[in-house]
């Protein structure tokens, strides 16, 4: 049974930063793509960053680009989010994924993603 568990998230002001940690079982975590989406009330998940399974390759939605930082550790099965110059836009719930596919092309959709974890709120106080 595949398990992501989020955490890390919280109330933080504006220009603050927070790390959010994604610790994952029931899966070869070392060959799975794994990426960070994030949804506000009323509106549709939204890509945020992916990870390839070596970390060798990263990639980033332009709104947090420069400011988000994702890595992981496969010794520790655990993906983060370092979170810097955090905005209000930036308030929403965030989800860890896991995907098993290396077509790096679509890994932008959450249709590509086969695990989800239950997600932590981050919000962003002006």
């Known amino acids: 049974q595949v398990q992501l568990v989020e955490s890390g998230g919280g109330l933080v002001q504006a220009g603050g930063s927070l790390r959010l940690t994604c610790a994952a079982s029931g899966l070869p975590f070392s060959s799975a793509t794994m990426g960070w989406f994030r949804q506000a009330p009323g509106k549709e998940r939204e890509f945020v960053a992916r990870?390839?399974?070596?970390?060798?390759?990263?990639q980033y939605a332009d709104s947090v680009k420069g400011r988000f930082t994702i890595s992981r550790d496969n010794a520790a099965n655990t993906v983060y989010l370092q979170m810097n110059s955090l905005k209000p836009e930036d308030t929403a719930v965030y989800l860890c994924?896991?995907?098993?596919?290396?077509?790096?092309?679509?890994?932008?959709?959450?249709?590509?993603?086969?695990?989800w974890g239950q997600g932590t709120q981050v919000t962003v106080s002006s």
């Open positions: 994924a896991a995907s098993g596919r290396r077509n790096y092309a679509l890994s932008v959709s959450a249709s590509w993603y086969d695990n």
């Open positions: 990870i390839s399974w070596s970390g060798s390759s990263t």
